[in-house]
């Protein structure tokens, strides 16, 4: 079994969504995945994923309602077989609290592969509905390329 920890800045809105439709993906494809998410900020921990994210999951058929927010922790780098950022940001602030030989590949959820660049998965948080649409769509098409390959 495969350990996935999707993670933003505050674990409401886009990695909610990733988890969220890593779990559709896997499901469909028959993959065995287990998948959490995770903030590296602690402003919302305990909350729901935002509004916006469990309504335009809803929309494909996704419930992300289940979920509440938590910090990540030193514990999910060997926990975990990947740690997927949302942004370079995220990246940066995971690479620092990384202890030293531990066991997950921390890397950009867009970009884990050579050659290879979807882009940062930008924060919805402050803007309107069509970014968390774009939000979706970006994090289906990286997933879908993430789970083609993440199992070499
Ligand atoms: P997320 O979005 O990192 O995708 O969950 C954000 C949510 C909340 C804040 C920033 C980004 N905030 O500043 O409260």
Known sequence: MMKVLAVCLGNICRSPAA???????????????????????????????????????????????????????????????????????????????????????VVMFGRYRNGIDFGEVDDPYYGGDLGFEAMKDQLFTIAEDFLANAYE
């Open 19 to 105: 988890q969220g439709i890593l779990e559709h993906l896997a499901r469909e494809k028959g993959l065995d995945l287990q998948v959490e998410s995770s903030g590296t900020a602690a402003y919302h921990v305990g909350k729901l994923p935002d509004a916006r994210s469990i309504k335009i999951l809803k929309s494909v058929g996704i419930d992300i309602t289940q979920q509440r927010a938590r910090q990540v922790c030193v514990e999910d780098f060997n926990e975990f077989d990947w740690i997927v950022a949302m942004d370079s940001e995220n990246l940066t602030n995971l690479k620092h609290i990384q202890p030293l030989n531990s066991k997950a590949k």
